[in-house]
């Protein structure tokens, strides 16, 4: 049996990932693994060819990554003090290629991550960067979907 030594948990900050986070909380727990958490700050060249000034956006990339950080400084105060060892990170860069590799370069046993279950149009316009790193990792990838709320 393959044992999980250590696993990437990626989140976006949204509800979502918080859900997801107990599943990556209780399998490092269960398989006393270590747990790296990571955060990606995506890129906004794809913006850069409107008549924007260049300086705006280098303003906006410093203030959302700053805005990221501090995200990160209070997840981690929140949820990782009960984890040994727990490492966690912002990076900028493409979501889905960051998060590979990171996973690589900590070799992850097991990568989870929460997934905004988007369809139809939503999905072709937005993607879906879970969709990509299970499609593309070298290691098991654990997504979870947000509850479902049956009235």
Do not use: W
């Not at 906004?44 to 805005?67: N, T």
């Not at 979501?95 to 992850?108: R, S, T």
């Amino acid at each position: 049996m393959k044992t999980i030594e250590t696993i990437l948990f990626a989140t976006d900050f949204s509800t979502i990932s918080d859900y997801a986070f107990d599943y990556a909380a209780t399998l490092a727990t269960t398989c006393t693994a270590r747990l790296v958490v990571i955060h990606v700050v995506p890129h906004q060249e794809d913006l850069r060819s409107f008549y924007v000034p260049h300086i705006a956006f280098d303003e906006l990339d410093k203030e959302v990554e700053a805005g990221a950080r501090k995200k990160m400084a209070e997840f981690t105060e929140k949820y990782l003090g009960r984890f040994p060892g727990a490492t966690s990170c912002v990076v900028t860069g493409v979501p889905y290629e960051e998060i590979l590799n990171k996973a690589a370069e900590e070799k992850a046993s097991l990568i989870v991550m929460g997934t905004h279950g988007r369809k139809g149009f939503e999905h072709f316009i937005f993607g879906s960067t879970a969709e990509r790193v299970v499609k593309t990792s070298l290691c098991p990838v654990l997504t979870v979907r947000p509850p479902q709320h049956h009235d």
